[in-house]
C-alpha cells in the first residue's frame, strides 16, 4: 500500500465486508457453514478490494479531505467492486437461487465504509479545531507570502497549525506585529526556546542566499521545514509536494512516519515486540541480572540520557556492562575496541546484544521504538552535529533497539557519516516490511555481530 493511503481503512474495510457476508449467508441459510466456493469467492472479493483500493483515492482521507469526494470515491469503488463480484458469481453460480447474499453484503457494506469515513474525518476536524495535536509554526518572512500563510492558518484551524511566531529582517506591518519575534539572527535562539514543530520559509527568490542559510539552519538543528514556492533551484531534488490548504508547499523530504495511520501501524507492532520479548526472555533477564551483580559492584541497570525524536532526552536502560564510572566520563567518553573499562561478563552481554534488552521497556513506554536510529548522548550529538550538517534529522523520528545502520554493520566505533546515511534512508523510506527485514539481518548478518565492542 502506497504512502499517504491509510492501511486502517483498508483492513476495516476487509472486516466489514467478510462480516456481512457471513451474517447474510448465516441468516439466510441457517447455521450452515459456507461451501468451499463460497469462501472462495470472498477471498477473491479481498484481492479485488485490494486492486480497487491501490488504484484509486478511498484510503486516501485526511482533515483536509472533500466529503462529496470521498463519497464520489467509495461509490465509484463499490460499483467496481459489485461489477466484479457479479461477474465471479456469474461464473461460479454459487448464489444465484438467492441474489440478496451479493447484494446485501454489497449494500451494506458501502453505507457502513461510507458512515465511518465521514465520522473519521468529522473527529479529526473537531480534535484540530479544538486544539488537539496542533503544530507550532515558525513563520520566516513578511511579504505577500508570509502574508497568504497566516491568513490561510487562521481561516482554516483544521490544518492543525498555530503561527507559534514570524522572524523577519525587513519591516513588519502593523497588522503582524504581534506575532513578530525578532530577526533572522534569533532563528536558533527561537529554535531553542520554543517547541517549535516546524518552520515555514516564506521569502521572496530574490533573497535565495537567506533562504539557503535558513535552511542549513533547519538541518543543522533538526527541524522540520517546508518552502512556500518557487525555490526549485535551491533545494534538493529530493522534494515532496504537500499542500497548505491550497497554498502549495515544498517538503525537502518525504518522511512515511509523519503520515499518521504509519505511525499507528509501527507503535502497534512495537507495543506487540516488546511484549513478547520481555515475557519471552524473562529468563535471560533474571540470570543476566544475577551475574551483573555477582562479577561486579555496582547497580544492575545502566542508567544513562539519550537525546531522542525530536531532540527530546529520555532515560535509557542497559544491562550495565562496564565498571561504574562518574556520569562525566560515561558521557563523553567513546566506547573502543577493548575498552578497558568493560567487564568480562559485560563483554559477552555487548557481543550477544543482551545488554540491549531492558531497552524493550524503553520502547513499551513509548521513549523508543523496536527499529530506528540508534540513540546518542548529547555530548557526541552536539559533536556531530557540527561535523555533519544533517545529523540531527535523524532525530525526526523515534530512536530504536536497532537500526538500518547496525543491521548493516555500522555500529561501534564504526564511520559515522556510513550511519547517517543509513539512517536518512531508513527515514525516508520507512515501511513495516523494511522493520521486519532490519530485525532479521540484526540477527543473522555477521557484520553486526562483529563490530560489536
Known amino acids: 500500500m502506497e504512502n499517504g493511503k491509510s492501511r486502517v481503512l483498508f483492513i476495516i474495510d476487509l472486516i466489514i465486508l467478510s462480516s456481512f457476508f457471513y451474517v447474510v449467508f448465516t441468516h439466510y441459510n441457517g447455521n450452515m457453514m459456507i461451501p468451499l466456493k463460497g469462501n472462495i469467492l470472498i477471498g477473491l472479493i479481498v484481492i479485488y478490494w485490494f486492486l480497487i483500493s491501490v488504484n484509486s483515492d478511498i484510503l486516501k482521507i485526511h482533515r483536509l479531505s472533500n466529503t462529496l469526494k470521498i463519497l464520489k470515491d467509495i461509490l465509484i469503488a463499490y460499483s467496481v467492486l459489485s461489477t466484479a463480484t457479479i461477474a465471479t458469481v456469474a461464473i461460479f453460480d454459487e448464489f444465484r437461487p438467492n441474489d440478496k447474499l451479493i447484494l446485501y453484503p454489497l449494500l451494506y457494506g458501502v453505507i457502513l465504509s461510507t458512515v465511518i469515513r465521514l465520522i473519521y474525518l468529522i473527529i479529526i476536524k473537531q480534535f484540530l479545531i479544538y486544539g488537539y495535536q496542533q503544530k507550532s509554526v515558525l513563520l520566516i518572512g513578511s511579504g505577500r507570502s508570509a502574508k ?6 487562521l481561516s482554516t484551524p483544521e490544518l492543525g497549525l498555530r503561527i507559534k511566531g514570524i522572524l523577519s529582517d525587513n519591516n513588519i506591518d502593523n497588522t503582524l ?5 525578532g530577526g533572522l539572527e534569533e532563528f536558533s535562539k527561537i529554535i531553542r526556546k520554543y517547541p517549535i514543530d516546524e518552520v515555514i520559509i516564506a521569502k521572496p527568490i530574490n533573497e535565495e542566499h537567506t533562504i539557503k542559510c535558513i535552511v542549513e539552519q533547519c538541518e543543522k538543528e533538526g527541524v522540520r521545514f517546508c518552502i512556500v514556492p518557487d525555490f526549485y533551484n535551491i533545494i534538493p531534488k529530493w522534494t515532496v509536494i504537500n499542500n497548505l490548504g491550497d497554498i502549495p508547499v515544498i517538503a525537502v523530504r518525504n518522511e512515511p512516519l509523519n503520515i499518521f495511520s504509519n505511525r499507528i501501524i509501527k507503535r502497534i507492532f512495537d507495543i506487540i515486540v516488546s511484549c513478547l520479548g520481555l515475557i519471552t526472555f524473562s529468563p535471560v533477564f533474571l540470570i543476566s541480572a544475577i551475574v551483573v551483580k555477582m562479577t561486579s559492584p555496582g547497580p544492575i541497570l545502566f542508567r544513562q540520557k539519550r537525546v531522542g525524536n525530536n531532540n527530546v532526552e529520555f532515560t535509557l536502560y542497559k544491562f550495565r556492562s562496564m565498571i561504574v564510572q562518574h556520569c562525566r566520563d560515561s558521557d563523553t567518553t567513546w566506547t573502543v575496541s577493548n575498552d578497558k573499562r568493560v567487564t568480562p561478563f559485560g563483554k559477552i552481554l555487548r557481543q550477544t546484544n543482551m545488554d540491549e534488552l531492558p531497552q524493550l521497556w524503553n520502547v513499551l513506554v513509548g521513549d523508543m521504538s ?6 546518542e548522548r548529547e555530548h557526541f550529538v552536539d559533536k556531530f552535529s557540527n561535523e555533519i550538517p544533517n545529523y540531527r534529522i535523524r532525530h525526526l523520528i523515534k530512536s530504536g533497539i536497532t537500526g538500518l545502520a547496525q543491521a548493516n554493520g555500522w555500529r561501534g566505533n564504526t564511520c559515522i557519516k556510513k550511519r547517517i546515511e ?6 525516508e523510506n520507512w515501511s513495516l516490511w523494511l522493520d521486519l527485514k532490519i530485525i532479521f539481518m540484526t540477527f543473522f548478518n555477521r557484520q553486526v555481530w562483529k563490530n560489536a565492542i
Open 148 to 153: 497568504q500563510v497566516i491568513t490561510k492558518v
Open 177 to 181: 506585529k504581534r506575532l513578530y519575534l
Open 422 to 427: 543509513n539512517d536518512l534512508y531508513y527515514l
Open 370 to 375: 523496536i527499529v530506528g536510529p540508534r540513540p
